[in-house]
C-alpha cells in the first residue's frame, strides 16, 4: 500500500522501536520522537520496554532497554505489533529485539558497539553484521559512537560526556528518514539543559551530525513521509496512563468541590500516580507516602471519613495487603478509590510486565460478603475519563470502586484530545448537612441504597462507624443475624444497582455475526485493530470491550444471547471468562488467553478469531 | 485555631460525651475509668463537641469510639494510627484522639506506631498497657513480662517486651506520659496535657485486665506499694518519692539511681531536676525505663518537646503551592507541557 513519490515512499503507519542499554537514553530518544510526531499531527501510540532492574550488567540482553512507536495517518490503537525500523545501539539490544521486527525491517547499529567483547556478553557466537543472520533486511551499519565523538571535538567536552549524547545520533538518522524537522527538538534541548549551555550545544551538533550522515550515506535510497491523521478539531498531547489517571483523579476532585488525598506506598508500576499527585498541592491534593500498602488504605479511609476525594493507588501484590481495609471501606459503606495497576503476578512476580491477573482478586479476594464495584481502563487516554468515572461512582454511590488498569497502559502513551474540565459529568456526593434533624448514618437513598455522608466537624451529625456489623438506618452495632443478612444483601444490591447509572455495553462490527469476541481493560487497542482488519477484509466478526465488570452493564446478557460463539481474550488465564461463565452459565464460552507479559499482538489475534469465523 | 474558644462559652458537660450505647466492658476492668476520665476532660478543652474524633483499632480498648458522643471510626487491627494520620490531615481542624492497646499498637500495628510517632501528626493517642490480650482470652502480647505464663506461653514466655515509652522516643516521638487506671485525676491532668500538646501525643496507661491478667500493675497502683514504687514527674521539680517524699532520683554516672534524702549527705539539691522539653531523648529514655522493684515507674509526662506538626508542614506547602504554582486549575494543568492544535 505504498506509492513512490520521488525518493519519498509515502506510508499509511510505521513502527520504530529504539533499543539499546538501560543507560544509552532510549526511553528520551523515543519520547523526543513522540514529540516531533505529534507536531508533525499523525495519531501514535508507544510502549516503554525495560528491565525490572534499574542497571542490568551493561551490554547484556537483560539490561536492554527499548521503546516503541507506532504513528499513523490513521487511528493507531496499538503501539505496534512488530517494527518496521529498529535502531540497536549495541549487539544485545540487536539480539533482544530480533523477534519483534518485520522480516524486511530497516536495522540501524551503532557499528562501534559490535565489538567482540560486547558480542559475547550478548551471548553471540559470530558477529551478526557480518554472519549473513541479517540478510532481508535492511541493514544500516555505521559508526555512531566515533561520528558522536567527532561530532563535538571542537566543544570543551569529555569523551565520555560526549558519549551520552550518541542517542541524539541515531535520532538525527530517523528524523532524516521520515522526512522531520528538528526545531522543536532543539528548543526540548534549550529547555531542559537551560543550566548547562555546552551539553545543549553538544545535543544539537550531534543530532545535526545524525541527520547528514543519514543524508549523505548512499544507503538511505528512499525516506518515507507519513501525512498528518484525520484527528478532530481541538488541542491534542501525548499522556501515558499513569498520567492520565493522576490528572482524571485531580479533575473529579476539582468537580466535585473536594480535597483529594491519596495515601500510598511506592509499587512498580503504579508509583508514577503517586508522584504526579504529590506535585499538585495547588490544587488541595494531600498526599502521603505511606509506611506500608496497608497504612496507605487505612490513611485513606480516615481521610474519606473526614471528608476528601479518598485515592490509593497499588499494584497486585500491594492490592493483597490491602484486603482488610478495602473490607472495612465495605463495611463502613465509606467512598474509596482503589487503583490496581496489574502487574505480572503472583507473588512479586513480573514486575515490569503487563497482565490481567488481578480480576478475581478485585471481586472475590476478601473475606466476608465484600463487593466493589470494580471498572477498567481500555487505553492510555481512556484512563483519565475511568478515573475520573470511578470518582464519581464511589461518591454518589458511597462504596469503594476499584479501577482496573494495567502496566502497558500505564506506561504506554498515545494521543489525548484535551477536554475541558467543565463538561465533564457533574458529581455530586451525598453531603448532609448542619443539623440535619433527620439524619441517620444508615438511612438508604431510595435509588442508590446509598448511605448519606457526614463529615466530622459538620454540626449535629455525630455518629460512630466501624468495622463491626451495622444496624441499617440507625447505625448502632448489631450483632443481630437478620440485620447481618440484609446488610448483605444491601451492600451487594448497592453494587449491583449502579448499572442504573452507567452506559450500556456496546458492541462494534457486525452485529449479525455468529462470532463475538470479548475483552476488557488494557486490550482494547490491539483487539479493536484485529477486529478492524478483520471487518476490511470481509470478515463478519462482532466485537463488545467491557469497561464496566461489576456491575455488569445491564444489556450484557441480551447482547450475548445474540450470538452463537463467543471468544473472551484475556492476558490471565481466564478470569474474566470465569467470572461471566459464573453470572451467565446459560451461554458457551470460548477462551485465548496468554500469559507472557506481554500484550496480545494484532497478527496472532487475527489467526485465533478467523480460526472461530471458519469453524 | 478556630477551634480552640472560651470554654465558658461553650459550656459543655460529661454528660455531651456519653454515649447511648451499652458499655460491654467487663465489671472492674480498668478502661471504665479511663473512659470516665476521658469524657472528663473533653469539655474542659475549648474544643467544639463536633470537632471531636475518636479512632480505634481493634482489642478490649477498641470499643471505645462506640461509649463516647462524638464522631468515631472503628477500624481493623492495628492501624487506627494510619485511620488517625488520614483523618488529622484531611481535615486539621478536628481533635484526633486515638484509643489503643498493647496488642493492637505493639504488635500488629508496630508499624504504623513507630511511624506515627516520627511524623508527629497532632493526634492524642491513649494506650492501654494491660500487658495481656484480653478480647482474644489471654494470650501474651509484645508488653508481657519475659517468663508469664499465659495461654500461648504456658511454659513461661521466652520474648523480651518493648517499652512502650522506650519504643516512642526510639521512634523520634515527641510526647510521652504515663498514668495508672487508678487515679482519675492523674489520667485527667495529664489527657489534658496531651491535648493540649501540637503534636503526636503518646499516654501509656497501665490498665488492668480484671481477667487475664489481674494486679500485673499491682506493686505500682496498689494502695500499700504504689508510694515506694511509682513517682509523679513533674516540669521543674526534683524527683522525690515514697511514702514521706523522702526518696529521689540521682545521675549517678551515666545511670539513674534511687537515694534517700539525708543518708550519705545527699539533699534535695542532689536530685535530678525533670525537665520533659529537652530535644535530646536519653534522660527520658532511661526514665521510661525505670520499673519496680529496683526503681519507682515514673509517671506524668515523661517528655514533651516541640516540633512542627505533620498537618502544619503538609498545609503550609499547599498555601505556598496555590500561591506560586502556574496551575490554578485543572484545565491549566491538561494544557501544560507539550501540546498541539488540530485545526
Not at chain 1, 303 to 312: D, I, K, N, Q
Not at chain 2, 279 to 301: C, K, Q, R, T, W
Amino acid at each position: 500500500m505504498t506509492k513512490v513519490k520521488n525518493r519519498i515512499i509515502e506510508l499509511k503507519n510505521a513502527v520504530i522501536r529504539f533499543a539499546g542499554d538501560s543507560g544509552d537514553g532510549m526511553q528520551l530518544t523515543g519520547s523526543l520522537f513522540s514529540d516531533s510526531t505529534a507536531f508533525a499531527g499523525n495519531d501514535f501510540a508507544t510502549f516503554p520496554d525495560y528491565p525490572a532492574e534499574i542497571r542490568a550488567p551493561q551490554g547484556t540482553v537483560a539490561g536492554v532497554s527499548g521503546f516503541q512507536i507506532h504513528f499513523g495517518s490513521n487511528d493507531i490503537h496499538t503501539s505496534g505489533d512488530v517494527a518496521d525500523v529498529l535502531v540497536a545501539m549495541n549487539p544485545a539490544s540487536l539480539k533482544a529485539n530480533m523477534n519483534w521486527i518485520t522480516e524486511d525491517a530497516i536495522i540501524i547499529v551503532d557499528s562501534d558497539a559490535f565489538n567482540e567483547k560486547n558480542i559475547e556478553k550478548a551471548g553471540y557466537e559470530q558477529n551478526p553484521l557480518t554472519d549473513g543472520s541479517l540478510n532481508g533486511h535492511i541493514l544500516l551499519s555505521g559508526p555512531i559512537s566515533s561520528m558522536t565523538k567527532s561530532a563535538v571535538s571542537e566543544l570543551d567536552i569529555d569523551n565520555k560526556s560526549a558519549q551520552k549524547s550518541k542517542n541524539m545520533f541515531a535520532l538525527g538518522m530517523i528524523l532524516y528518514m521520515f522526512n522531520r524537522s528538528y526545531e522543536e527538538i532543539f528548543s526540548f534541548f534549550e529547555t531542559k539543559f537551560a543550566s548547562k549551555p555546552i551539553i545543549v550545544k553538544a545535543n544539537k551538533l550531534v543530532l545535526e551530525a545524525g541527520y547528514n550522515y543519514a543524508d549523505t550515506i548512499e544507503s538511505f535510497v528512499n525516506t518515507f513521509k507519513v501525512e498528518p491523521a484525520p484527528l478532530v478539531k481541538g488541542q491534542y498531547r501525548n499522556v501515558t496512563g499513569n498520567l492520565a489517571t493522576s490528572w482524571g483523579l485531580l479533575a473529579a476532585a476539582e468537580r466535585s468541590g473536594l480535597n483529594l488525598f491519596c495515601g500510598s506506598y511506592p509499587i512498580t508500576p503504579a508509583t508514577e500516580i503517586l508522584q504526579e499527585l504529590s506535585k499538585h498541592k495547588q490544587f488541595t491534593a494531600i498526599s502521603l507516602q505511606a509506611e506500608d500498602e496497608i497504612a496507605g488504605i487505612v490513611s485513606t479511609i480516615g481521610a474519606s471519613f473526614a471528608g476528601a476525594l479518598p485515592v490509593t493507588t497499588t499494584s497486585g501484590p500491594g492490592l493483597s495487603l490491602k484486603s482488610e481495609a478495602l473490607g472495612l471501606a465495605v463495611i463502613t459503606e465509606l467512598p474509596l478509590v482503589v487503583v490496581d495497576v496489574q502487574r505480572g503476578g503472583p507473588s512479586t512476580g513480573l514486575p515490569t510486565k503487563s497482565e490481567q491477573s488481578d480480576l478475581m482478586q478485585v471481586l472475590f479476594g476478601r473475606n466476608g460478603e465484600a463487593p466493589v464495584i470494580t471498572i477498567a481502563a481500555s487505553s492510555p487516554s481512556d484512563c483519565f475519563y475511568s478515573a475520573y468515572e470511578a470518582a464519581k461512582l464511589t461518591l454518589e454511590h458511597m462504596t469503594p470502586v476499584v479501577l482496573l488498569t494495567d502496566g502497558s497502559l500505564a506506561n504506554g502513551s498515545e494521543v489525548f484530545k484535551i477536554p475541558n474540565v467543565k463538561d465533564l459529568p457533574e458529581i455530586i456526593p451525598p453531603l448532609v448537612k448542619a443539623n440535619d434533624p433527620d439524619f441517620q448514618p444508615y438511612s438508604r437513598d431510595e435509588k442508590k441504597l446509598s448511605r448519606p455522608w457526614a463529615v466530622p466537624g459538620t454540626k449535629g451529625l455525630r455518629h460512630r462507624i466501624g468495622g463491626l456489623e451495622k444496624e441499617n438506618i440507625t447505625g448502632n452495632v448489631s450483632h443481630d443475624t437478620e440485620n447481618h443478612e440484609l446488610m448483605c444483601k444491601i451492600r451487594e444490591e448497592k453494587v449491583e444497582r449502579v448499572a442504573n447509572y452507567i452506559d450500556d455495553q456496546d458492541v462494534f462490527g457486525d452485529e449479525n455475526a455468529d462470532t463475538l469476541v470479548v475483552s476488557w481493560g488494557g486490550t482494547h487497542g490491539v483487539m479493536l485493530t484485529a477486529v478492524e482488519q478483520l471487518l476490511t477484509e470481509g470478515h463478519s466478526i462482532a466485537f463488545a470491550h467491557f469497561k464496566y465488570i461489576k456491575p455488569l452493564p445491564k444489556n450484557t446478557e441480551e447482547i450475548l444471547s445474540k450470538y452463537k460463539k463467543i471468544l473472551v481474550c484475556e492476558i490471565n488465564l481466564g478470569q474474566f471468562v470465569n467470572y461471566l461463565r459464573m453470572r451467565m452459565p446459560q451461554f458457551s464460552y470460548q477462551q485465548y488467553n496468554k500469559i507472557q507479559g506481554l500484550p496480545f499482538t494484532v497478527s496472532e489475534l487475527k489467526k485465533e478469531f478467523i480460526a472461530l469465523i471458519n469453524k | 485555631m478556630e477551634n480552640i474558644i472560651d470554654t465558658s462559652k461553650l459550656e459543655l458537660t460529661k454528660k455531651d460525651f456519653e454515649s447511648d450505647q451499652m458499655v460491654k466492658w467487663c465489671p472492674g476492668c480498668g478502661d471504665h475509668a479511663i473512659l470516665k476520665s476521658v469524657e472528663s476532660v473533653f469539655p474542659e478543652l475549648g474544643i467544639e463537641k463536633d470537632d471531636f474524633v475518636v479512632v480505634s483499632g481493634i482489642g478490649c480498648s477498641s470499643r471505645f469510639p462506640y461509649y463516647m458522643n462524638t464522631y468515631g471510626i472503628h477500624g481493623i487491627h492495628g492501624r487506627a494510627a494510619a485511620l488517625a494520620t488520614g483523618i488529622k490531615l484531611a481535615n486539621p481542624k478536628l481533635s484526633v484522639w486515638m484509643i489503643t492497646g498493647d496488642g493492637d499498637s505493639m504488635a500488629i500495628g508496630g508499624n504504623h506506631f513507630i511511624h506515627v510517632a516520627r511524623r508527629n501528626p497532632d493526634v492524642n493517642i491513649l494506650l492501654f498497657n494491660n500487658k495481656i490480650y484480653g478480647l482474644t482470652k489471654g494470650q501474651y502480647s509484645p508488653t508481657t513480662p519475659k517468663g508469664s505464663k499465659t495461654k500461648t506461653s504456658p511454659q513461661g514466655s521466652f520474648e523480651i517486651p518493648f517499652n512502650p515509652g522506650e519504643l516512642v522516643m526510639g521512634a523520634k516521638g515527641k510526647f510521652f506520659a504515663r498514668v495508672v487506671d487508678t487515679n482519675i485525676k492523674m489520667m485527667t491532668e495529664v489527657f489534658a496535657e496531651a491535648a493540649k500538646h501540637k503534636g503526636t501525643s503518646i499516654v501509656e496507661i497501665l490498665a488492668n485486665c480484671v481477667i487475664f491478667n489481674n494486679k500485673i500493675h499491682g506493686l505500682i497502683t496498689s494502695r500499700e506499694t504504689k508510694d515506694e514504687n511509682q513517682i509523679f514527674l513533674e516540669a521543674g521539680k526534683p524527683m522525690k518519692f515514697g511514702k514521706d517524699n523522702e526518696k529521689g532520683i540521682i545521675l549517678n554516672g551515666s545511670q539513674l539511681e534511687v537515694v534517700t534524702l539525708g543518708e550519705n549527705g545527699i539533699t534535695e539539691d542532689d536530685l535530678l531536676v525533670h525537665n520533659p522539653t529537652i530535644e535530646d531523648s536519653g534522660i527520658h529514655i532511661m526514665l521510661a525505663n525505670m520499673a519496680p522493684p529496683e526503681f519507682p515507674a515514673a509517671l506524668g509526662v515523661i517528655r514533651s518537646v516541640k516540633a512542627p506538626t505533620l498537618e502544619e508542614s503538609v498545609w503550609e506547602s499547599v498555601e505556598h503551592e496555590k500561591e506560586v504554582s502556574p496551575y490554578k486549575n485543572v484545565d491549566d494543568l491538561l494544557r501544560s507541557g507539550s501540546t498541539w492544535n488540530i485545526d
